[in-house]
């Protein structure tokens, strides 16, 4: 049974920081190409960031390029995203995503407010 299941979300002042973690389970992790993506209330859901299988090439969405950081822990099944200098617009749902060739799963979110 596959599972994604995110952590780490919250309330958090303009400036800060959080962490948001991505456990897997129930596929071959170090395979699959890893990625967050965000939806805002009343907004398309966007890929935030990308971090491939075998080679960990990272990619970022311009916005959040400088501030936020994906990697991978392919012996703990889990991948991160370190966010810092947040921003009331970073406010959204984050979701982590699993994809390899036609397979592609997604975890339930977890919700990151940025506001004083």
């Known amino acids: 049974q596959v599972q994604l299941v995110e952590s ?11 962490r948001l973690s991505c456990a897997a389970s129930g596929f071959t992790f170090s395979s699959f190409a890893m990625s967050w993506y965000r939806q805002a ?16 090439n990272t990619y970022y969405a311009d916005s959040v390029k400088g501030r936020f950081t994906i ?9 991160y995203l370190q966010m810092n200098s947040l921003k009331p617009e970073d406010t ?25």
């Open 8 to 18: 780490g979300g919250g309330l958090v002042q303009p400036g800060g920081s959080l």
């Open 92 to 116: 959204a749902n984050y979701y982590c995503n699993a994809k390899f060739a036609w397979l592609d799963y997604w975890g339930q979110g977890t919700q990151v407010t940025v506001s004083s």
């Open 71 to 79: 990697s991978r822990d392919n012996g703990e099944n889990t991948v």
């Open 41 to 56: 209330p009343g907004k398309e859901r966007e890929l935030v960031a990308r971090i491939t299988g075998v080679n960990s």
